[in-house]
């Protein structure tokens, strides 16, 4: 029986039929103010009164909702949400923990069975396919048997884990990224269950869940340790948050695009500070917006730092809900239901927020962002220069100039200068690769068969027409095709160092490109499919090309990549790839046929016809009317109807795919792949007190910006690191390793790769890359095996690190590999929020230097010996910790640090040693 304590439960009449809900009109009429509240504060609100239970969710959550103000609170709430969302990279640790659960029940002599998702959770195969084979009508084939090959157990695993659980369905791999799947097909807006109507509700386990935010639909990202608590019952708790409120007033100006918007929006946002803020979107350019431009920017929330970026329901909505094949019923349902309980976007001047940014769409230019945030801002006009100048603040290079090129390569042609032949490197035999060098300038020339031609610091290897950020709208990528066609009519090519390919977050992009003749302009200029999921945005770009590769690795080139996704983190693309740019669909085109990102696109051409004439930008840029009409023709909901009537079955080999029965997964211990979590083998029922931690050693000395990609890469590795070497010992060769997102599923290999990005910079060490000094030997070695050393000793360690530790992707291995390691606790200026969240999920403490202060102004070198003190005698919620740091000649320096335990049950997922202990320790005792 749900409790009703504000006696507002109401009947909804549908053409659905009849729905009890929680009415937030009568709740306003009961004097609570509900109508000044952020539409997404609203539907936390509805959430709690419907999930109320006196307990678990209580009167002071109910009050601290009702309550909100523009200030908001530093008060606990909760949230139930109504679904799960998964990735394959995220999914298959959080389903070994579940796996794992049940197999420590029953050797704890429980019924294993009762471990299940108690609301639906749906899993997307998308994070797996790598771009091996490109350029080719071959390529999307060969990749999907090459995935199967690879990840043949995981999927085997996944299949079992469908079978086992109950509420759980798995879509297979090549059908499309987990979040376009989500905008397209899963998000319903309004969901019925169990005779109620409610708010469609989710959290994900990526980062870029939000995107659904863009249908209206309140979703976020969290580690899967806090996706795993949810599915099996438990409320996400959370500081109230501030609403931010984003005014978009004016229209897009003619030759931009809804990706220049969300690169304009995320400096913006950046800028103002929203971590941990959610951010509501209103104002008159709404109105200019389509669902796929609002979803563009919902995609890019982790990117701002905030939580979610909502746009509330509008006949925007109905309309988007209408032409992705939503039936009519539930069209209808979404408005009845919306306008009954304040939930449809109107009376916006009543609404308070906590601050408002604005934005005059109409100023926005064609923009691109990087080399190695989202938030780097750089306009298309400015990109040369500032090419030039990241060039030589940041690699220390010389630029070249392109008149100065050509005079180099002629003169050493001739047999000027000094020339070193650097053939018979990794590259194919027939390769040759020579350096040359004029007055310090250098250019690196490639011959391979009979094609011929140079690189040079700036030279694009990888253009990607990828992530669910854009192709998702059908507008870019309909534009992207159109300036294919322009290009090719114009007798344009790529580049042939330029590696491209085109992987669309679902199949109806490809339907709808085909239906407008587009596919052969953009093959023609190989952007061939290459698969249906998240390619070089999450690090799965592939090979390069091995002549390319040699003469990139043997010169140490400053390359390029362009990506139309939302990630360009340092070494995320790809290894050898030093500059990355986030950029729109149509100017990843653009910039594959110049070939090289020095290019001024309004003053210089970007190639030249058969007859040499030069073609420029404005003429093979389509303008918004030829996209829109193209759109008329194509777009329709039959293909949404097409796609997504057959998501979940997958092709023959999926089918075809054998995997066991049974409520208890058959761990198999020389698995590579699959590997029993050891976080709850042997775990005691009651509950261990948590001790003060004494003579901890420092393992990483960070600066700021420390993303989930510096602490657990998802991309390759190599031989000579500690994963390779683990998985060489056990008889795995090199092509096999695949990618440290496909190993998730054994901790072995994955505490191996906490913090092993090639470009981590730890100020404790030497060399660039995972490694430390052991502080009592002095001696400089790999992290895990520094954290071996540490922990035979039983020495624990801390981290120091700066602002923003843990921002990017929502990996539950970043929390996971600290742990492993012997990390008890972090020390931060600041953390992004799904890290810091699970660090506590994981039983890690983080702790924030007070203001003002951080490692190198309190004089913190991290070779001192730290002691934390005040942990045993009671913990409270941001409670102030003494730090005494002794150094080596047995100086003490003492300083505070906050806790960022933000509230009593972390405190309690804290002294449990991670939120899934003490799920597991409940199930135990009842």
């Not at 004016?250 to 913006?268: F, N, Q, S, W, Y």
């Not at 590259?427 to 391979?448: M, R, Y």
């Amino acid at each position: 029986m749900k409790l009703d304590p504000y006696s507002i439960k109401s009947s909804l009449k549908t053409s659905s039929g009849e729905f009890t809900y929680w009415s937030l009109e009568k709740l306003h009429d009961s004097g609570k103010k509900v109508k000044h509240l952020p539409f997404s504060i609203r539907i936390l609100l509805e959430n709690a009164l419907r999930n109320f239970d006196d307990f678990a969710i209580t009167q002071e959550h109910l009050d601290t909702l009702i309550q909100w103000s523009p200030q908001a609170s530093d008060k606990d709430i909760p949230y139930k949400p109504a679904r799960v969302l998964m990735q394959d990279f995220t999914g298959v640790p959080a389903v070994v923990d579940i796996a794992s659960l049940r197999s420590e029940a029953k050797r704890k002599g429980k019924n294993p069975a009762q471990i299940n998702p108690l609301i639906p959770v749906d899993l997307v195969i998308d994070h797996s396919v790598q771009v091996d084979y490109f350029g080719t009508n071959y390529s999307y084939q060969k990749n999907v048997e090459v995935e199967y090959e690879r990840n043949k157990e995981r999927y085997q695993f996944l299949k079992w884990a469908q079978k086992s659980f109950d509420n759980f369905s798995v879509v297979p791999p090549g059908m499309g990224i987990c979040h376009q799947v989500n905008l397209e097909y899963l998000a319903q807006g309004v969901i019925t269950r169990d005779g109620m109507a409610f708010p469609d509700t989710l959290v994900g386990t990526d980062s870029h869940t939000p995107m659904v935010n863009g249908i209206g639909v309140v979703g976020w990202g969290v580690g899967g340790i806090e996706a795993e608590a949810a599915l099996l019952g438990q409320p996400i708790y959370f500081i109230m948050p501030e609403v931010v409120g984003l005014k978009l007033t004016g229209k897009l100006p003619a030759g931009t695009t809804a990706t220049d918007m969300v690169l304009t929006i995320t400096e913006l946002l950046r800028k103002h500070g929203v971590v941990g803020k959610f951010v509501e979107v209103f104002g008159p350019g709404l109105d200019h917006l389509s669902v796929p431009d609002r979803a563009t920017i919902s995609n890019m929330s982790p990117e701002f730092g905030c939580t979610v970026s909502y746009f509330p329901i509008d006949d925007r909505t109905l309309d988007y809900m209408r032409k992705t094949n939503r039936s009519e019923s539930q069209i209808q349902l979404v408005e009845d239901y919306c306008k009954a309980n304040l939930l449809w976007r109107q009376e916006e001047d009543l609404i308070q927020y906590s601050s408002v940014v604005e934005l005059d769409l109409g100023l926005v230019e064609a923009t691109v962002s990087g080399p190695k945030r989202p938030q780097d801002k750089i306009l298309v006009r400015d990109f040369k220069p500032k090419f030039e100048e990241l060039l030589k603040s940041v690699h220390g290079r010389d630029y070249i100039p392109i008149d100065k090129r050509e005079e180099v390569s002629r003169f050493l042609e001739e047999g000027g200068g000094q020339t070193e032949d650097q053939s018979g490197t990794s590259a194919p035999a027939d390769t040759e690769i020579k350096t040359k060098i004029k007055n310090g300038l250098k250019t690196v020339s490639v011959k391979l068969h009979n094609e011929k031609f140079d690189l040079y610091d700036g030279s694009i290897v990888i253009a990607a027409i990828t992530s669910c950020t854009n192709t998702s709208n059908p507008s870019v990528m309909l534009g992207a095709g159109l300036v294919a066609r322009k290009a090719r009519e114009k007798g344009l090519d790529v580049k042939p160092w330029v590696k491209t390919s085109l992987a669309p977050g679902s199949k109806v992009v490809t339907d709808y490109l085909e239906k407008a003749n587009l596919m052969d302009d953009l093959e023609a200029l190989k952007f061939h499919t290459v698969g249906y999921g998240c390619t070089s945005c999450i690090g799965n770009s592939g090979p390069l090309p091995r002549h390319i590769a040699a003469a990139v690795e043997e010169n140490d080139l400053v390359v390029a990549s362009v990506l139309s996704g939302n990630r360009n983190f340092e070494a995320r693309v790809h290894p050898q790839v030093k500059m990355n740019y986030l950029m729109s669909p149509m100017l990843v085109v653009v910039y594959a046929l110049a070939g090289r990102v020095d290019v001024d696109l309004y003053n210089e051409p970007i190639g030249y016809d058969p007859n040499l004439e030069p073609v420029y930008l404005k003429d093979i840029w389509p303008s918004q009317e030829e996209i829109d009409e193209i759109s008329r023709q194509v777009l329709s909901p039959g293909d949404y109807q097409k796609s997504y009537g057959e998501i979940f079955e997958g092709n023959e080999i999926w089918k075809k795919l054998e995997s066991g029965e049974g409520e208890i997964y058959p761990w198999d211990d020389s698995s590579t792949y699959i590997k029993e979590a050891p976080f709850f083998k042997g775990i005691s029922v009651d509950v261990p007190e948590p001790g003060d931690i004494n003579g901890a050693n420092v393992l990483l000395k960070l600066g700021d910006s420390i993303t989930t990609d510096h602490i657990s890469p998802a991309g390759s590795f190599r031989e000579n690191t500690p994963a390779g070497k683990y998985l060489n010992g056990r008889g795995v060769q090199r092509p096999d390793f695949n990618s440290y997102g496909s190993r998730r599923g054994n901790d072995e290999v994955m505490v191996r790769g906490t913090f092993a990005n090639v470009r981590i910079k730890n100020q404790l060490a030497e060399q660039e890359g995972g490694f430390t000094t052991h502080i009592p030997t002095g001696e400089e070695m790999s992290i895990f095996d520094a954290s071996q050393k540490y922990q035979a000793t039983q020495t624990p360690l801390i981290v120091l690190a700066g602002k923003e530790y843990g921002s990017g992707s929502s990996r539950d291995w970043a929390a996971k590999g600290t742990n492993l390691l012997g990390v008890k606790a972090v020390i931060a200026e600041s953390y992004e929020r799904i890290h810091r969240s699970n660090l506590v999920g994981m039983g890690v403490l983080p702790l924030q230097f007070e203001p003002g202060e951080n490692a190198a102004s309190l004089g913190l070198t991290g070779q001192e010996s730290y002691t934390i003190s005040g942990i045993e005698s009671g913990l409270t919620p941001g409670q102030v910790f003494e730090v005494v740091a002794v150094s080596k000649q047995g100086q003490e320096l003492r300083f505070h640090v906050k806790s960022r335990l933000d509230s009593e049950v972390e405190i309690a997922y804290y002294k449990h040693g991670g939120i899934l202990n003490y799920v597991l320790r409940d199930f135990l005792k009842d």
